[in-house]
């Protein structure tokens, strides 16, 4: 068994999704046995976060920029945007995003790591996205500013 740091065995792991589709944590978590490394659940559920790690219709998968808290990119976001919107509608203080089966999750991760001004959170079923917009914001407005993005 390997004695890692935590830097180390973040790396460790975001080279492991990187080299190979992982399609669960459990999977991840016999993958890291097989190299030496314990983890339990919990610790791994946190790097995954913290490496911004999230699951993808293929599985888990670690954004372009490596780590949740780089600088967003809003021209990446706008790829991402782009690439998974499907339709889109809002409420008085929601907005809600749909994507294709299985994508709502990667479309949920990449409008919170691009922390616009208007969105508190997010929350991804299967194929839906929905955005809670903070007080202040107007939904319709977010709702315009993300279809803009999109095109």
Known sequence: MHMLTKGQRQRHLAELIRHQPVPSQAALLDRL?????????????????EIGAY????????????????????????????RELRWIDHTDCFVVIGTDPGHANALAAELDRA???????????????LVIVRRNHRPGVLKKRLRALAT
Do not use: C
């Open 55 to 82: 699951k993808g219709p293929d599985g888990y998968v670690i954004p372009d920029n490596g780590h949740a808290t780089s600088a967003p990119d809003e021209q990446a976001f706008a790829r991402t945007l782009k």
């Open 115 to 129: 922390r616009l001004p208007e969105v508190l959170s997010t929350l991804a079923g299967d194929d839906t996205v």
């Open 33 to 49: 046995r097989t190299t030496g490394v314990e983890v339990t659940q919990a610790t791994l559920s946190r790097d995954l976060h």
